[in-house]
Nanobody, 121 residues
Framework: QVQLVESGGGLVQAGGSLRLSCAAS????????MGWYRQAPEKQRELVAT???????NYADSVKGRFTISRDNAKNTVYLQMNDLKPEDTAVYYC???????????????WGQGTQVTVSS
């Protein structure tokens, strides 16, 4: 089994910054990709940013130029640096990872428990 543990959420004023972290642990053979999604009240969960093995990244248009995703492969950890935060960034942020648990495994998707980010105006 694979566990994803997020940290770094909190309350910040508009224009401020936060850094989220997500560490993967457990029976990990290889991590194909890691990323962040968010869900605001009464809205669907949406992609924020992803990073795949080897480094290519993908961002939602709404966060391009403000958020940066990075990954420490040695620590199985992904980070999300969020700058110039806006009230509309308020949401629960979830870490998501696609993981192979053995050489014969295809892959599975795992989610963290979520961390709240609140941006006040």
């Amino acid at each position: 089994q694979v566990q994803l543990v997020e940290s770094g959420g909190g309350l910040v004023q508009a224009g401020g910054s936060l850094r989220l972290s997500c560490a993967a642990s457990g029976s990990i053979f290889s991590i194909i990709s890691m990323g962040w999604y968010r869900q605001a009240p009464e809205k669907q969960r949406e992609l924020v940013a992803t990073i795949i093995s080897g480094g290519p990244t993908n961002y939602a248009d709404s966060v391009k130029g403000r958020f940066t995703i990075s990954r420490d492969n040695a620590k199985n950890t992904v980070y999300l640096q969020m700058n110039d935060l806006k009230p509309e960034d308020t949401a629960v942020y979830y870490c998501r990872s696609i993981v192979r648990v053995s050489w014969s495994d295809s892959s599975s998707v795992y989610w963290g428990q979520g961390t709240q980010v609140t941006v006040s105006s």
